[in-house]
C-alpha cells in the first residue's frame, strides 16, 4: 500500500461541514469544503450566505495511515466506501472542481449515472479550449462531471458564453 497523500471522502454529520472543516485545519489536516455562494431572499432583506456545495460531504488529503485522525473529528460520520475500501479521489477532479467553482457562481449538485467515454470540448467561454470527461456545455449552462463521486456541478451561463461541440 503506498504512503502517498490521497483524497478522501468524508461523511459528515448534516449540517457540520464547515465546523469539520475548520476542526481537520486546527489538526493540520488538508482538506476542501467546496461552498456555495447563495443569495437568500427573507421578506424584510437579501442576504449572501455560503453554504456547503455537498450536503454533509468533505474532501480530505491524507495518508492512509492518517485516518485515525481524521476519523477522531467531532463531526465526523464515516468515509465513503465502495466495496468496503474508502473511495479515493483523483487529485484532477479536486482541481477541475476547484477551478469551476473560481469562475462559476450559484452552482447546483445532482447525483447522475456517468460515462466515462464521453468527451467533449468547449468551443467559447471561461473554460474554452478545455477537453474531456470534465466541462460540458448545454444550452445555457455548463457542467463539470465528478465521476468517482457520481455527481454533476451545473453552473447556469449566458448563452453567448459558452457553446460545445462534441468530439467524435
Not at 448534516?14 to 486546527?26: F, G, I, M, N, T
Not at 473560481?102 to 478545455?130: C, Y
Not at 470527461?133 to 444550452?139: A, G, K, Q, S, W
Amino acid at each position: 500500500m503506498s504512503l502517498q497523500k490521497q483524497w478522501y471522502v468524508v461523511y459528515t454529520r448534516p449540517r457540520w461541514e464547515k465546523k469539520v472543516s475548520a476542526l481537520l485545519d486546527k489538526e493540520a489536516i488538508e482538506n476542501f469544503c467546496p461552498v456555495n455562494k447563495v443569495i437568500r431572499q427573507w421578506s424584510d432583506r437579501r442576504k449572501t450566505i455560503y453554504e456547503p456545495l455537498f450536503s454533509s460531504l468533505v474532501f480530505v488529503r491524507i495518508a492512509p495511515g492518517d485516518r485515525c485522525v481524521v476519523q477522531q473529528t467531532e463531526g465526523f460520520l464515516r468515509f465513503i466506501q465502495r466495496e468496503g475500501r474508502p473511495v479515493t479521489i483523483q487529485p484532477d477532479e479536486i482541481r477541475e472542481l476547484r477551478l469551476f467553482m473560481e469562475q462559476h457562481q450559484s452552482l447546483q449538485v445532482d447525483h447522475i449515472a456517468v460515462d466515462p467515454n464521453d468527451r467533449v470540448r468547449i468551443l467559447r467561454g471561461m473554460t474554452m479550449a478545455r477537453q474531456g470527461t470534465d466541462p460540458m456545455v448545454t444550452y445555457h449552462s455548463v457542467k463539470l462531471i465528478l465521476p468517482t463521486l457520481g455527481y454533476v456541478v451545473t453552473a447556469t451561463l449566458q448563452l453567448e458564453d459558452a457553446s460545445a461541440e462534441t468530439l467524435s
